[in-house]
């Protein structure tokens, strides 16, 4: 399988990366990286050209993401998601069928989301097993609830509201949402940001949202 395929000359993207995800660049005044998350999302190194991608972008480009998937391995989700809160390139993201899952990380840590009709999204919080004696799995279970508490506070802060993320966390609530809604949502979220940005009031870095923490690198 070829690892990278191109639009035009001048724009072949090969890392020697071999058996990762298709990265499709167009070649104009600025460069257009298309990025197809429409399978599952499985091993980490599947996404090598991605995090590549986002890496050597520069504040000219943009990098696009067309996203139709139902999620899967967070681990791997998480290198794309900042990668794209890090990269000096414009990130887009357009949800064109599915945004399930983790699959909602990477439209909203985008700069720009576009959703086309008859889209649904849905969050919830993790899932994962664990394996190890009893004290092993009391400590992992705890770990991993704190940092996935967390996770999930930073990824939909102004998206969702702090009961629904609540609600997620403590009684594994799904919220499915329509195209309207998905729109209506970015909004508010947006109108969040912009709120928080406008504040004299200067405020510890881990405590910034995510677009502020991209804005101010």
């Given amino acids: 399988m070829t690892n990278n395929k191109m639009f035009d000359e001048g724009c072949e993207l090969d ?31 599947k996404y090598r050209n991605v995090v590549n991608t986002l890496e050597r972008a520069t504040e000219n480009d943009v990098v696009e993401f ?10 791997s989700t998480l290198p794309i998601y900042n990668g794209i809160l890090s990269a000096s390139a414009r990130t887009r993201a ?9 699959g909602t ?27 190890g004696d009893l004290k092993s799995l009391r400590d992992q279970s ?34 499915w949402m329509f195209d309207d809604e998905i729109v209506e949502r970015l909004q508010r979220r947006q109108e969040y940001i912009q709120k928080q940005e406008s504040q004299e009031i200067i405020v510890p870095e881990k405590q910034l949202s995510t677009r502020q923490r991209k804005k101010s690198a």
């Fill in 15 to 45: 890392f020697g990366i071999k058996d990762t995800l298709e990265v499709y660049c167009e070649n104009n005044v600025q460069k257009i990286y298309r990025i197809f998350l429409d399978e599952e999302i499985t091993e980490p190194s």
């Fill in 66 to 75: 067309r996203i139709n998937t139902i999620g899967g391995n967070l681990f």
């Fill in 94 to 102: 357009i949800i064109d069928g599915t945004a399930i899952s983790a």
């Fill in 105 to 131: 990380f990477i439209p909203l840590a985008c700069d720009d989301v576009i959703v086309m009709k008859n889209s649904l999204m849905m969050c919830h919080s993790a899932t994962w097993g664990a394996w």
């Fill in 142 to 175: 705890n770990f991993k609830f704190q940092w996935a508490r967390k996770l999930i506070g930073e990824v939909y802060e102004g998206f969702m509201s702090e009961e629904e993320i609540e609600d997620m966390i403590e009684n594994s609530m799904e919220y």
